[in-house]
């Protein structure tokens, strides 16, 4: 009987030292959130459609101006790639990696990934696509046709300088979407708010970057993380002021 209890006894510190390890390995985090904005005439698409229209590059919220389809990441302070993370992945949405070619148009736009995740892409439309890539990494690079209810799935390596992947659809030259891809899990891409979210960075001094590809724009800043606290910004973008 003393066994048992004793035995019991360990169990029960075991798990307090368990829970108590997970208390610390989670204030040891920081993280950053905040909100990009566009401010100006929205540019449009050079390309036309069968109809001849020229389609908005970006999607912008009519109420809050917040931007959608901008890839937020971090790297070291002075610029260098954040040291390779494998091991550890972000906490995103299985729905987040599938592209779909639906209404003659990329969905999502812009897509961002961990290295060695799987996309998939699909095509919803009542008409045939293809998917044409452009990439430095030739690894990246394929042109698949997708036709009614097709289906291709591939695996991204990175890009130089975190460089983001283009697409585009040879039948249908207007559509155009973007794909990026990290060897670290400290990303995010703002929603139809205009809002991002980035958690679990380890605390540090970082370049946080931001780049919309369509329109060309990257700036970046520098960010400070401490650990259980978050870094908030509001981020404006006002057309013709593209940081490079």
């Known amino acids: 009987m003393k066994l048992l209890f004793r035995r019991m006894d360990f169990l029960v510190l075991f798990a307090l030292f368990s829970v108590l390890a997970g208390i ?138 975190y460089h983001p992947v283009r697409l585009g659809c040879d039948i249908h030259p207007w559509m155009r979407a973007w794909i990026f891809v990290f060897d670290h899990p400290w990303f995010a891409v703002t929603d139809e708010t205009g809002r991002f979210s980035i958690s679990d960075v380890t605390p540090g001094e970082f370049r946080l970057h931001v780049v919309q590809p369509d329109i060309a724009h990257r700036e970046q800043r520098t960010v400070r993380v401490v650990a259980n606290e978050t870094v908030k910004l509001e981020i404006a973008i006002r057309r013709g002021a593209t940081k490079h």
């Not at 401010?39 to 931007?67: C, M, Y």
């Not at 937020?72 to 729905?95: F, I, K, M, W």
């Not at 779909?100 to 060695?116: C, I, K, S």
């Not at 690079?141 to 291709?152: A, I, L």
């Open 24 to 161: 610390e390995e989670s204030v040891k985090a920081g993280s950053i959130e905040g909100t990009v904005t566009f401010i100006g005439e929205i540019p449009k698409s050079t390309a036309t459609d069968d109809a001849g229209r020229r389609h908005d590059l970006l999607e912008v919220d009519s109420k809050t101006q917040g931007l959608r389809y901008v890839a937020v990441y971090v790297t070291q302070a002075d610029g260098s790639a954040v040291p390779s993370q494998p091991g550890v992945r972000g906490a995103r949405p299985p729905e987040k990696l599938l592209m779909n070619q639906v209404d003659y148009a990329f969905t999502p736009r812009v897509l961002a990934v961990q290295e060695g995740e799987a996309i998939t892409f699909t095509n919803s439309d009542p008409a045939n696509h293809n998917v044409r890539t452009t990439a430095s990494n030739k690894t990246n690079e394929f042109n698949v046709f997708t036709g009614v209810d097709g289906k291709y799935e591939h695996k991204f390596r990175i890009e130089p300088r």
